[in-house]
């Protein structure tokens, strides 16, 4: 039930999606919906939850310290174009970050998903601060950086890109601009290609 709704509100959105469509796509009955869920926001909090930890054992690969901390930040571009290609080619259009459509769609009327974007936003950002720790630790960013600023920046850079393609339907301008504009946010510029 959870991926059936975390699809659904991905590819369409949290208003146009009903329990009734949720319930008939995962092929379970209103009464076991209500059972696991008291309501639709519930289940929506746990589609962002499980949408991010999904995702975590490929961010724990990527920002692992073993690469060095800029192919970090390359790899995760990487991650990102290819997954929203992915989902381009399996609905028809790009459906941009899952928990982001959400959270700015629903955000200034459920607490509960407001907050539970906060806490995904504040996840995802320790790996960029660690990454930038490091890049600090190497002198390829200056000793008195902000990692947290500069790591909540790239947040924002990565979320709007993306939600630009979504809202554009075309990823061709993220293919152009995400990575460039990532290592310009980092001082530095674009690195020859490296394997993954």
């Given at each position: 039930?959870?991926?059936?709704?975390?699809?659904?509100?991905?590819?369409?959105?949290?208003?146009?999606?009903?329990?009734?469509?949720?319930?008939?796509?995962?092929?379970?009955?209103?009464?076991?919906?209500?059972?696991?869920?008291?309501?639709?926001?519930?289940?929506?909090?746990?589609?962002?939850?499980?949408?991010?930890?999904?995702?975590?054992?490929?961010?724990?690969?990527m920002f692992s310290p073993a690469s060095p901390p800029v192919r970090r930040f390359e790899q995760m571009a990487d991650f990102i174009l290819a997954k929203q290609a992915e989902a381009a080619a399996k609905y028809g259009r790009v459906c941009g970050c899952p928990c982001a459509s959400l959270g700015s769609e629903m955000a200034g009327q459920e607490e509960g998903i407001r907050a539970k974007?906060?806490?995904?936003?504040?996840?995802?950002?320790?790996?960029?601060e660690n990454a930038l720790r490091d890049m600090v630790a190497e002198g390829l960013l200056p000793e008195a950086t902000d990692v947290k600023v500069l790591a909540q920046e790239i947040y924002t850079y990565l979320l709007g890109q993306i939600m630009i393609a979504r809202i554009q339907n075309d990823l061709e301008p993220l293919k152009r601009d995400l990575k460039p504009g990532l290592l310009r946010l980092l001082g530095i510029g674009e690195l020859p290609s490296q394997p993954v």
């Open positions: 039930m959870i991926d059936t709704a975390l699809e659904l509100i991905w590819k369409n959105s949290y208003g146009s999606v009903s329990v009734d469509d949720i319930c008939k796509a995962a092929d379970v009955k209103k009464g076991s919906f209500y059972h696991f869920f008291p309501s639709k926001v519930d289940l929506a909090i746990a589609a962002m939850e499980e949408s991010y930890r999904e995702t975590k054992p490929l961010y724990d690969a974007f906060e806490d995904i936003a504040h996840r995802q950002e320790r790996y960029y």
